[in-house]
């Protein structure tokens, strides 16, 4: 039997995709407001890594290291490999983070969706 409801890797793929574009979104036109974007795609993230009991890699960061969600701890983790460095955050921590510039995503979107 078929679902119409989109399976978790789906909604997953999702959530990660519009937190990238809101966030390019912000980098290039600051004065739209992205915080709900950031807020739920955020929150999502944060729901299916709980929900699958898995941590959640979010994207790679320019120009070294790696965003996740870590679902045991329910917090977000910032991980810069060169100077050794871990950083968790809550979810509006992590928020308030972004919108300040940090942890840009490697990915840049290079056409519209």
């Known amino acids: 039997m ?8 789906e909604m997953l793929s999702l959530a990660k995709a ?13 004065y739209l407001p992205v915080w709900g974007e950031l807020f739920t795609s955020l929150r999502e993230i ?16 320019r ?5 996740w969600y870590l679902y045991r701890e329910n ?3 910032a991980d810069l490999p060169d100077p050794g460095i871990t950083i968790s955050l809550t979810q509006e ?16 979107i290079t056409k519209p969706i």
Do not use: W
């Open 18 to 30: 519009q937190l990238i574009r809101a966030l390019h979104q912000h980098r290039t036109k600051p």
């Open 2 to 9: 078929f679902s119409l409801e989109p399976s978790s890797n």
């Open 75 to 77: 917090e977000f983790l």
């Open 93 to 108: 921590q992590l928020l308030d983070a972004l919108l300040k510039g940090s942890f840009p995503p490697q990915t840049t």
């Open 46 to 61: 944060a729901r299916q890594g709980r929900q699958t009991k898995e941590n959640v890699l979010i994207y790679p960061m």
């Open 63 to 67: 120009p070294t290291g790696t965003l």
